[in-house]
């Protein structure tokens, strides 16, 4: 049987051991009628069922509304000071926590605690009917709180199928997660009805039945509201992780589509531009950005002024950034003849000394590859015409044979370098006399078997080649100078002119590069517009490959991206701003369609309320929205993007840094996107089971 625990007005504790509380109560008041017909003020014995706590002298009166039992509030209006709501809410959220399992769960401990010494042992079906009491009581008094603590018990609770459903049903399909949901709701209301019911195992059961029927229901709904709800949190998400940036969420997502289309990311892009120099904009980058670009420039927007000034602006400096790439690689435009005169004469003085060294150390050259590669291209007698055997030597024969002779009589072969070297400026002059008349085939026997001596002459001593590689002779340095000056002609292929590069001294290297110099100027200065020429330069593959040859990597693959950015800029000038149809089509983002006079909102609608036509009002005033809104949409994408597109130099990297980080942070918001879907869905789930038998009551 329950113990009810009573409190006078003048503070004085009683325990009564009765059914219920109304009991109790009868009983109390039964109780104080006795004193009050006691003599001489002594209180009589207690009636059966009565323990008293504290025993005073005198009469007790009867107690006026408002005494406390098990410290629940009964009269409105008694401040109890929050402790009874916070203990309905406590309840509530240990019911919901528990299953419904909270009121046995309380009785299980209460009846161990009742085994310990001193205390009074009461039996589990008191202490149950104790605890059930107390839920019933708090659900009574305080309704709200205690069904919200219900709600967060069940979430709580719901806090590992929360869990299970991000591991295990973020990624699966549609059908998969409605049957997880659909049987954790099922078996979590089973257990929910099962703890929630009273009585016996029949009563429980049927509860359980119950309870799994809502659950299953409110599982499959848990999936399209959890959604609904996940889908909103990742919008506010993605809000919040947008800011930052000079462009607005709309914007960022056309940016990155634009990209996405040619397979590219904001930072390529980025990465592009730094290559082409400072002056180069993210419209250069790409054919989409270009084309954005375009449909600014081309449409009524309020970023079409900035988009054309910035380009226009750009543009009017395209020669001085042109005539700068070029002197920045290749030097200042000299005075040529002055120029190779201080090279040769510089390099010529560091080279005679090395020169008289190795002569005098005359080391021993091993000719015998030289004379080897000679006889490979000397027609032998059998390889002459039939019954001609005494048929003169052709000039190349002629040639070769000239200089076999200066290297071996047939028994002796010379070797000092002395001699050798001498010999070998004359091989490179006479090779170089038979190109100029146009003996190509002799000439490049001649070149061929030159270099062969070189290489000899190099590997037998380090002084000659130290000195070889600073000055050849004055002819050298002016055939490399020439060579320059025609490094764009088509008869230059660019793999010999590598090997000839690769095999010129310090100084010949150097009036190559004067040669250049020189060729640029005359391709720039022979038509009007010098800077388009300077551009167009790189039109030919061979050209880039050329200018690699002779700059080397470094400083060829400056000029090389400077040139090519150019040519993007120039590029980006022309179709931006040379009125294309192309750029005002439908799919223009930056131009809202303009309706007809007979189709515009404004009149539209008071033409339709006149006529009475409210129907046809409301439409239009719905079309007249909408267009508002594109309108503003539009607007604002124009002003963001015009300036991002354009920008150059140090704004352009800070507002690719500033958009980088504000996608890296919604690229993170998406990834934990399904996974809020999903916490979503588990937590609706769980709060709802909690509150399922009240709902199914």
């Known amino acids: 049987m329950p113990t009810f625990e009573l409190q006078d007005p003048s503070g004085r504790r009683f325990e009564v051991d009765a059914p219920d509380q109304t009991s109790a109560i009868s009983a109390f008041q039964k109780f104080q009628a006795g004193e009050e017909n006691g003599a001489g003020g002594a209180i009589p014995p207690p009636p059966p069922g009565f323990v008293l706590?504290?025993?005073?002298?005198?009469?007790?009166?009867?107690?006026?509304?408002?005494?406390?039992?098990?410290?629940?509030?009964?009269?409105?209006?008694?401040?109890?000071?929050?402790?009874?709501?916070?203990?309905?809410?406590?309840?509530?959220?240990?019911?919901?926590?528990?299953?419904g399992f909270g009121d046995e769960i309380a009785a299980g401990l209460g009846y161990l605690l009742d085994k310990l010494p001193g205390e009074r042992g009461r039996s589990y079906d008191e202490l149950l009917s104790t605890a059930r009491g107390a839920q019933k009581q708090a659900e009574e008094e305080h309704p709200y709180v205690y069904t919200a603590g219900q709600i967060g018990g069940g979430l709580a609770a719901a806090a590992p199928i929360a869990g299970a459903g991000i591991v295990g049903g973020a990624a699966r399909s549609l059908p998969a997660r409605l049957a997880i949901s659909s049987g954790t709701g099922a078996a979590a209301g089973a257990v929910q009805g099962f703890g929630s019911g009273e009585g016996g195992l029949e009563n429980r059961s049927w509860e359980a039945l119950k309870g799994a029927g809502w659950g299953?229901?409110?599982?499959?709904?848990?999936?399209?509201?959890?959604?609904?709800?996940?889908?909103?949190?990742?919008?506010?998400?993605?809000?919040?992780?947008?800011?930052?940036?000079?462009?607005?969420?709309?914007?960022?997502?056309?940016?990155?589509?634009?990209?996405?289309?040619?397979?590219?990311?904001?930072e390529e892009a980025g990465r592009r531009a730094s290559v082409m120099g400072p002056d180069a904009m993210l419209a250069d980058t790409t054919d989409g950005l270009r084309y954005r670009a375009e449909q600014i420039a081309q449409s009524d927007n309020p970023g079409r002024s900035s988009v054309i000034g910035a380009l226009r602006d750009r543009s009017a400096t395209a020669g001085d950034r042109i005539n700068?790439?070029?002197?920045?690689?290749?030097?200042?435009?000299?005075?040529?003849?002055?120029?190779?005169?201080?090279?040769?004469?510089?390099?010529?003085?560091?080279?005679?000394?090395?020169?008289?060294?190795?002569?005098?150390?005359?080391?021993?050259?091993?000719?015998?590859?030289?004379?080897?590669?000679?006889?490979?291209?000397?027609?032998?007698?059998?390889?002459?015409i039939a019954g001609a055997p005494d048929l003169p030597d052709?000039?190349?024969?002629?040639?070769?044979?000239?200089?076999?002779?200066?290297?071996?009589?047939?028994?002796?072969?010379?070797?000092?370098?002395?001699?050798?070297?001498?010999l070998e400026r004359r091989v490179r002059a006479k090779a170089s006399a038979e190109f100029k008349t146009g003996h190509s085939d002799t000439g490049s026997a001649l070149a061929n078997v030159g270099r062969i001596l070189r290489d000899q002459m190099k590997a037998s001593s380090p002084v000659y080649k130290q000195a070889r590689e600073t000055f050849a002779d004055d002819a050298a340095v002016q055939d490399a100078f020439e060579k320059g000056q025609s490094i764009f002609a088509r008869k230059t292929h660019p793999d010999f002119l590598a090997a000839e590069v690769a095999d010129m001294s310090e100084a010949e290297r150097n009036a190559l590069r004067l040669g250049t110099r020189a060729a640029v100027d005359q391709a720039m200065g022979s038509v009007r517009n010098g800077s388009l020429k300077g551009r167009q330069l790189l039109d030919a593959d061979w050209n880039e490959r050329k200018i690699l040859a002779v700059l080397g990597e470094d400083d060829g693959r400056r000029l090389i991206n400077a040139l090519q950015g150019e040519q993007a800029m120039a590029e980006t000038v022309g179709q931006a701003l040379g009125n294309s149809a192309t750029s005002r089509r439908m799919d223009n983002p930056f131009r809202v369609q303009q309706r007809t006079e007979q189709d515009k909102a404004v009149p539209g609608i008071v033409r339709s309320l006149a006529n009475l036509k409210f129907g046809?009002?409301?439409?239009?005033g719905v079309e007249y929205g909408k267009d508002a809104l594109e309108r503003r949409s539009a607007d604002a994408m124009a002003r963001e993007l015009g300036p991002f597109l354009t920008a150059t130099g140090q704004t352009r990297e800070q507002r690719i840094m500033e958009a980088l980080g504000v996608g890296a942070n919604r690229d993170a918001v998406a990834r934990e996107a399904q996974k809020r879907k999903a916490i979503a869905e588990a937590l609706l789930r769980g709060g709802a089971l909690a509150v399922a038998p009240q709902l199914h009551q």
């Open 216 to 266: 299953l229901g409110m599982g499959a709904a848990a999936i399209p509201a959890g959604a609904a709800i996940g889908k909103g949190l990742n919008a506010a998400a993605d809000l919040i992780a947008s800011r930052g940036s000079t462009l607005g969420r709309s914007s960022q997502d056309l940016l990155r589509r634009t990209l996405a289309d040619e397979g590219l990311t904001l």
């Open 324 to 384: 700068s790439a070029y002197d920045d690689v290749l030097g200042q435009r000299p005075n040529v003849k002055a120029e190779l005169d201080r090279m040769s004469s510089e390099q010529k003085t560091r080279a005679d000394a090395l020169y008289g060294q190795a002569r005098a150390e005359n080391a021993p050259v091993d000719v015998s590859p030289v004379l080897k590669a000679i006889d490979d291209q000397l027609l032998t007698p059998a390889e002459r």
């Open 394 to 422: 052709d000039a190349v024969d002629a040639s070769l044979r000239w200089v076999r002779s200066h290297l071996s009589n047939g028994d002796v072969q010379r070797t000092g370098i002395d001699k050798l070297d001498k």
């Open 53 to 99: 706590d504290h025993q005073a002298n005198g009469a007790i009166p009867p107690p006026p509304p408002g005494f406390v039992i098990d410290g629940q509030q009964r009269a409105p209006g008694h401040d109890d000071g929050g402790l009874e709501t916070g203990r309905a809410a406590i309840l509530g959220a240990t019911d919901g926590a528990t299953f």
């Open 616 to 620: 046809d009002a409301v439409f239009r």
